[in-house]
């Protein structure tokens, strides 16, 4: 006889699972978020305890298995072959999450597009949309004649029925928490069905070798809503992110089983959707006429791609409390290089606000903008701007040294390359004498302290 169910409940911020309601979750430390879950039945055993298991699959030697290369379709836009490393792969499950409305389907629906025209079988599966509306936005996108399949379904039994029927080699589910399994009570959205939905197609999709695309909602947070166990699920993560406001968007890389994390792609929306930017320094640069007091371009690394970012700083007095704000970088490690820059280099920013924006809405979340951040604060202290067709990069320490960035050689040629006369770097990232061609017409400054790169920015002031 089937035992009876015990209640249960689940936290729809992390996807642990509790006995008892809580007021707080004991995974994630979120208040209010435990909901209690149907459960199914316990079932009797089967077997006798002391039956043993039989084992699935052999076990072998980590030598004797051969490994092979992944196979990469392209979709048709570089910048998503970028981010995904390299194009998609059969049987790979990826989630695209990003905020309403910054243009997931519609990248989506493009490169369905430009896969079924390179004769991929694919499959769109709406569950926000009718078919009517699908239809109107491909013909605003100029694609409303293709061929490619749309189904308007949230019923993942009659989705996987589809799949099974069509034998698509990619099929987009927009979105994940718009379906829902008859095996479940709960409603669309919730983490049980999330959960249940999205193990159900990667599972369908590992077997048939399918690639699924899952789009995903976030909360106000950023962060992917639902489970957070559907992160570990599946083989890719990607975020798209940017401002509602503005034109260029970013689609970065958060994990990927197939290629390097951290990889980002740039596009601009147009009135014909999305399209690549190939050149992305090019977005993220100011257009002064002559430099300005606060702004230093700084040499950034996102995933593999070398790109070059204006920093902006603007110190005024302050009223009552010194504010601290900081757009697009860390506002903590702000409060931290103040105080470094105080310190070892005697510049003080205590009774002042200081306020801090990466031109273009893009996140830098790497230490090497550290040298760039200060010296566009003691631009902007200062009131005289940095010599023109100057960079800089490099990862200040609590004690003031000036640390290496990775990869330094490529942040110097993407800043020869667009016409940078001097760039300030770290001692320990100066290219060795061979290398030297490489980077003609660009006057390299190294530097180990603080102290040491504000000095040789009043020296390069004090030359012209």
């Known amino acids: 006889m089937p035992r009876p169910a ?33 459960t199914m039945p316990a079932l009797s055993p089967r077997r006798s305890s002391a039956e043993p298991l039989a084992a699935a699959q052999p076990v072998q030697p ?81 694609i409303g004649a293709s061929p490619m399949n749309v189904l308007a379904e949230i019923r993942l039994e009659s989705i996987l029925a589809t799949l099974a029927e069509a ?16 095996q479940l009570t709960s409603a669309p959205g919730s983490v049980a069905q999330v959960r249940e939905c999205a193990a159900q197609l990667t599972r369908w999709a590992k077997a048939q070798g399918c690639t699924i ?23 890719t993560v990607l975020y798209f992110e940017g401002d509602t406001h503005s034109s260029f968007r970013l689609i970065r890389a958060i994990k990927n089983r197939f290629g390097a994390a951290g990889e980002i792609g ?39 791609r070398p790109m070059l970012v204006e920093v902006q700083a603007l110190v005024d007095e302050a009223g009552a409390a010194p504010r601290r704000l900081s757009v697009g970088l860390d506002r903590e490690r702000l409060a931290m290089l103040l105080a470094v820059l105080h310190r070892h280099a005697g510049v003080a920013c205590g009774d002042q606000d200081v306020f801090i924006n990466a031109v273009g809405g893009v996140r830098i979340a790497e230490p090497a903008a550290d040298l760039a951040v200060m010296l566009a604060i003691g631009s902007s202290l200062s009131g005289r701007a940095l010599p023109r067709g100057f960079i800089a990069f490099g990862e200040v320490g609590l004690a003031g040294e000036v640390r290496p960035a990775p990869r330094g050689q490529e942040r110097l040629r993407e800043a020869a390359k667009l016409g940078f006369s001097t760039a300030l770097l770290p001692r320990a990232n100066m290219p060795p004498r061979r290398s030297a061609k490489a980077f003609e017409g660009l006057r390299l400054l190294p530097v180990a302290r603080v102290d040491e790169a504000i000095a040789a920015v009043r020296e390069l002031r004090d030359e012209e």
């Open 6 to 38: 015990k209640p249960s409940y689940i936290c729809n911020a992390c996807g642990a699972g509790s006995a008892r309601w809580l007021g707080r979750c004991p995974s994630c430390g979120a208040w209010n978020t435990l909901e209690e879950a149907p």
């Open 62 to 142: 980590l030598a004797a298995i051969e490994a092979q290369e992944v196979a990469r379709t392209p979709t048709g836009h570089a910048e998503l072959d970028r981010a995904l490393g390299g194009g998609i792969v059969a049987g790979g499950v990826v989630l695209l999450g990003g905020d309403p409305g910054i243009g997931k389907s519609t990248l989506l629906l493009q490169a369905l597009h430009a896969l079924h025209s390179a004769g991929v079988a694919a499959l769109y599966v709406t569950g926000e949309e009718s078919g009517a509306q699908v239809a109107l936005r491909a013909r605003r996108l100029g």
């Open 167 to 182: 034998r698509p080699s990619v099929a987009v589910i927009d979105s994940i928490q718009t379906m829902y399994s008859d």
């Open 213 to 235: 695309i899952l789009v995903g909602h976030v909360t106000k947070d950023g962060q992917l809503a639902g489970p957070r166990v559907l992160e570990h699920i599946v083989d």
């Open 266 to 304: 740039v596009f601009a929306m147009t009135e014909s959707g999305l399209k690549g930017v190939s050149n992305p320094s090019a977005i993220f640069l100011g257009q002064h006429e002559r430099p300005v007091p606060g702004s230093c371009v700084l040499a950034a690394l996102e995933g593999t």
